[in-house]
């Protein structure tokens, strides 16, 4: 096997692939990155089991063949290269890597040992805009479930496709997030869930500044996203999801208007003295006209308030406060709606004219403050 290619451009598709590169598994084979070459081209790939990213480069290759790299080791080595081409030079698992004066030689892996990458085939296409996608995600990742989660299958986020219509869910047990945008898809309805590792990987790739679309090929297990010349490909969850539409109230004793800006300020300047979101608690009274947020803990004890428009019964309420930011946070809009059920119900943030998002937030049991 003997090929050269550009420096800078291996360098930066190395250092996108070996992403999906296991940092965790002591397996040398998914320690590294699998290059193979066509006639003219070089493909790279890194896969852990769960996530792969492959992407091709233009090569000028005198003898075609494979092998396995360590990851580390093949990207410090050709990130340190100068500018120009380096050149490979492949025997049995010895590598011969040559850029002007620096020659290094490494040993490989026997490419027959990686793993088969997972293909899709007869699955739905489907094609997103994305800067649109990256907005919807951006809504709904935060409320998406970490690993530690008793659940694996709230560490995903749910996509429900209808006729013209997206609807991206999120949840971890304490919140959930809802986004919904219209389009263009005419299939037969489906829903799947891709691991919140896979997402997080995908939006890096994404160019908001464009208007091309990504592409994307699901299966029953495995789900292909296409974009610029990368594939990333992951396994999808599977599992019983939370029955979400159960879960949002449908009706509301109090409504909030309030501007979103100030809502943040307000609650953020109660974060100096809260030692933990968890056991400190913010209290939100909704009274009239304005919003009233307290706390205390062995720090000290603050007490603030911004305007805001309240209509129906007065309340009480207790939240952690990183969950009512990330959620006002992700609301994108300058005035929210917030709906309340009582001090024990989960609050309902949404927008005041639409219903291109909703935000639950579980509330925190107040103590009585002498």
């Known amino acids: 096997m003997k090929f050269s290619c550009n420096t800078k451009q291996l360098s930066d598709a190395l250092s996108n692939v070996t992403r999906a590169v296991s940092a965790k598994v002591t397996i040398p084979t998914i320690e590294g990155v ?3 070459c066509g006639s003219d081209t070089l493909s790279l790939t890194g896969y852990d089991f ?3 990213i492959n992407t091709t480069l233009q090569a000028s290759v005198v003898e075609p063949g494979a092998i396995v790299i360590n990851a580390k080791v093949i990207s410090d080595i050709i990130r340190k290269l100068p500018d120009g081409k380096v050149t ?3 025997s049995g698992t010895s590598v011969s890597i040559i850029s002007g004066a620096s020659q ?3 040993t490989g892996i026997d490419a027959e040992d990686y793993p088969e990458l997972p293909s899709v085939s007869g699955g739905y296409p489907l094609f997103l805009n994305q800067s649109v996608l990256q907005g919807m995600v951006s809504q709904t990742l935060f409320a998406v479930a970490d690993n530690e989660s008793s659940k694996p299958v709230h560490t995903g986020l749910k996509f429900e496709l209808t006729l013209n219509q997206l609807r991206l869910i999120g949840v971890d047990g304490y919140r959930l997030a809802i986004r919904t945008e219209t389009v263009k898809y005419d299939g037969e309805d489906i829903s799947f869930i891709v691991p919140k590792k896979t997402i997080r990987e995908l939006i890096k790739f994404f160019d908001t500044d464009t208007e091309k679309n990504i592409s994307i090929s699901v299966g029953k297990r495995h789900i292909v996203f296409d974009i610029e010349n990368y594939s990333i490909i992951s396994r999808l969850l599977d599992g019983d999801f939370l029955d979400y539409k ?14 979103t800006d100030d809502a943040i300020k307000c609650i953020e300047r109660t974060l100096p003295v809260i030692e933990n979101d968890k056991k400190n608690p913010i209290r939100c009274l909704f009274d009239a006209d304005e919003m009233r947020v307290s706390t205390v ?8 308030y911004t305007h805001a428009n309240v209509s129906g019964n007065r309340v009480e309420i207790g939240f952690n406060s990183k969950f009512v930011l990330d959620a006002l946070h992700a609301a994108d809009t300058d005035q929210v709606r917030i709906e309340l059920n009582g001090p024990v119900s989960p609050t309902k943030v949404m927008p005041i004219n639409d219903d291109s998002f909703l935000f639950l937030v579980l509330p925190m049991r107040l103590k009585n403050e002498n």
């Open 104 to 106: 290094y030689s490494i």
């Open 246 to 259: 159960a879960a949002v109230p449908k009706t509301c004793s109090t409504t909030v208007l309030i501007n």
């Open 88 to 90: 490979f030079d492949i």
């Open 297 to 304: 803990s062995s720090l000290g004890r603050v007490v603030d």
């Open 34 to 36: 699998l290059m193979e």
């Open 50 to 52: 769960e996530v792969g």
